[in-house]
């Protein structure tokens, strides 16, 4: 499985970005999908998780009710829309898919997932 992340980049706070992450390798519709970031001098942390079936999704406190995880199976997608964004969400965002877990069921550890984008990079100036 090959994950490619991309859509990131500078934006004032309070604006939005879409970020995209691209599968290929396997069947896309077989793995539960995450969104991760890591910020300079921290540790990477849960931002959004979404199951294989799409019908259960997770999000961190602290982005809840602005970012938005979905997915486009037939494109081998998953998206993560970030609205009201601010200066603290700024990292290295990766996304990660699982291939064990079931129809409904999400991870929020890190390593629980399989594989991992290469991240793309959100800067958010205040």
């Known amino acids: 499985v090959q994950l490619q992340a991309s859509g990131g980049g500078l934006v004032q706070a309070g604006g939005s970005l879409r970020l995209s992450c691209a599968a290929s390798?396997?069947?896309?519709?077989?793995?539960?999908m995450g969104w991760f970031r890591q910020a300079p001098g921290k540790e990477r942390e849960f931002v959004s998780a979404l199951s294989r079936g799409g019908t259960t999704t997770s999000y961190a406190d602290s982005v809840k009710g602005r970012f938005t995880i979905s997915r486009d199976n037939a494109k081998n997608t998953v998206y993560l829309e970030m609205n009201a964004l601010k200066p603290e969400d700024t990292a290295v965002y990766y996304c990660a898919a699982d291939l064990r877990l079931g129809q409904d069921t999400i991870s929020l550890t890190a390593r629980n997932y399989d594989y991992w984008g290469q991240g793309t990079q959100v800067t958010v100036s205040s």
């Open positions: 390798g396997r069947t896309f519709s077989g793995y539960a």
